[in-house]
């Protein structure tokens, strides 16, 4: 599967952004997605994940509360909705793919993730 990661850009404290994670292929259903992000100067680190059926969600806790992961099998697209955005949530999102069983949670590591988009600049402003 290939990922096309998009939606990021410039805003101030507080405000929103939607990332969108198109996938190829057919079999988008099959994989669990993942959101990460790399702050400057820091590494990688998870953010929220979605099963294959969309019906368990997780979050780090520091954007519980704030982000929304979601995703449409139809349209081979998941997305993370940014509300009250924070100085501290500037990075660069990747989001990624992993192909599990339909029972299973989805990982917060990323090196269970084989498949990568390239990733979208979020960037807030205090």
């Known amino acids: 599967v290939q990922l096309q990661a998009s939606g990021g850009g410039s805003v101030q404290a507080g405000g929103s952004l939607r990332l969108s994670c198109a996938a190829s292929?057919?079999?988008?259903?099959?994989?669990?997605v993942g959101w990460f992000r790399q702050p400057p100067g820091k590494e990688r680190e998870f953010v929220a994940a979605?099963?294959?059926?969309?019906?368990?969600?997780y979050y780090t806790e520091s954007v519980k509360d704030r982000f929304t992961i979601s995703r449409d099998n139809y349209r081979n697209t998941a997305y993370l909705q940014m509300n009250s955005l924070k100085p501290e949530d500037t990075a660069v999102y990747y989001c990624?793919?992993?192909?599990?069983?339909?029972?299973?949670?989805?990982?917060?590591?990323?090196?269970?993730?084989?498949?990568w988009g390239q990733g979208t600049l979020v960037t807030v402003s205090s």
């Open positions: 979605i099963s294959r059926g969309g019906s368990g969600r």
């Open positions: 292929g057919r079999t988008f259903s099959q994989y669990a």
């Open positions: 990624a793919a992993d192909r599990i069983i339909m029972t299973a949670e989805p990982s917060r590591n990323e090196y269970e993730y084989d498949y």
